[in-house]
């Protein structure tokens, strides 16, 4: 086994969810109403782990307002695992919250020197064509960019204003505790994030309602950080609340990178890609012969394939015989990676087609209000 490391930039070894809620300090997510059961990530234990989820809870049973919030880098391509995040979207929407999504061109230009027309560009060709294909309604959708918040003067001033507020409740050691190395240019995108968390409550927008941000259980300091300076000034806003996703590994087993193609499978591969991908690359539970397959069985838990499966095959039966198949060994590992590929084939000629529609409605979205 090797040493488990869990942070914003860098997630490797064996990942103990166990270990990382008491670390972290998180709540396991409980049984929860059927609302929530049925969809497929709460079903799958994709989503395990909370903070004040109760609020959201109450808001959903009592059909109150609340919001959705989350953000996007835009670097790199859009694949699979961006996917749990833009399920959620979908989902919390139907369940009558209004998403906030914020494009972090600011963080992305300070981290990594991209400009902002570039950060733009991906961001609207990769990702929010992508959440639209999959589903985004715009009507309860606000996406917006950090350099440039709204066209409404008075929106707009109210962002940034909460932005110097928080710094005047953020502590240098705060700051180094999360970040290590400091530069000023991280501590500038730690307060913006903070605001993009907590500016949907500002009067010039929704008001003082519940916000429910999900994301991968690595971005935990961010909101450890933000609710921190929240609670010191927690009479003007709620609590935010938040939810962790586990990780959808790389195709080579460990975690996908935006910076390496052969760890995923975007939403954009091609039928060949897809089929050259998972079997040249998706890392098996498999034995090394055919024979010691048969007598021992693979083992589904660490197989991709399989883990790909429990996303895009939404029939429980169907996918725990092939966890059971495989693990008794009747199933192979190659014949595991086809049903996936037949699956994933499906799925993205079905999704590209919606790409291109999308296409069609971007302006609906790129509003500024």
């Known amino acids: ?7 914003p930039w860098e997630v490797s070894g064996d990942i103990d969810y166990g270990r990382l809620i008491k670390e972290f300090g998180l709540t ?29 809870l ?3 049973k009592n059909k109150k307002k609340f919001v959705m919030m989350t953000g996007l880098m835009p670097t790199g391509k859009f694949h699979i695992g961006h996917m749990i995040i833009a399920q959620q979207m979908v989902f919390y929407q139907k369940l009558g919250a209004k998403v906030y999504i ?16 570039e950060s733009r560009k991906i961001a609207i060709e990769e990702y929010i064509t992508n959440y639209i294909a999959l589903g985004l309604n715009p009507k309860d959708c606000h996406i917006y960019f950090q350099s440039d918040r709204s066209n409404d003067s008075k929106k707009s001033n109210a962002y940034y204003r909460l932005e110097n507020l928080f710094a005047k409740h953020a502590t240098f050691n705060e700051f180094k505790a999360v970040y290590g190395e400091i530069t000023p240019g991280k501590m500038v995108s730690a307060l913006l994030q903070a605001s993009d968390m907590f500016h949907a409550q500002l009067p010039e927008f929704e008001g003082k309602v519940p916000v ?10 961010h909101i450890r950080l933000a609710r921190g ?14 939810t962790y996703n586990t990780f959808l590994p790389g195709l080579g087993g ?14 954009t591969d091609s039928p060949i890609e897809v089929e050259t991908k998972i079997k040249k690359y998706a890392f098996s539970g498999g034995q090394a012969t055919l024979e010691e397959h048969r007598k021992k069985g693979g083992n589904p838990d660490v197989d991709v394939s399989y883990q790909y499966l429990r996303l895009f095959e939404s029939d429980d039966k169907k996918l725990k015989k092939i966890y059971d198949d495989y693990k008794s060994g009747k199933l192979l590992t190659g014949e595991l990676k086809q049903i996936l590929i037949d699956k994933l084939k499906i799925f993205l000629k079905e999704h590209q087609v919606k790409r291109q529609n999308a296409k069609k409605v971007l302006n609906k979205f790129m509003v500024k209000d």
């Open 229 to 242: 300076m929240g609670n010191k000034i927690k009479n003007d806003f709620i609590q935010i609340s938040s």
């Open 254 to 267: 460990d975690k996908m990178s935006a910076s390496d193609p052969l760890s995923y499978i975007a939403l």
């Open 28 to 56: 396991p997510m409980k049984k929860l109403p059927d609302v929530f059961e049925k969809e497929l990530l709460f079903r799958r234990g994709f989503i395990f782990a909370h903070r004040d989820f109760q609020r959201i």
């Open 212 to 221: 429910l941000i999900p994301v991968g259980v690595d971005q935990d300091p």
């Open 1 to 7: 086994m090797t040493e488990m490391k869990v942070t």
């Open 102 to 117: 914020a494009v972090a061109d600011i963080e992305a230009f300070h981290a990594r020197g991209q400009s902002l027309e």
């Open 58 to 60: 109450v808001s959903v």
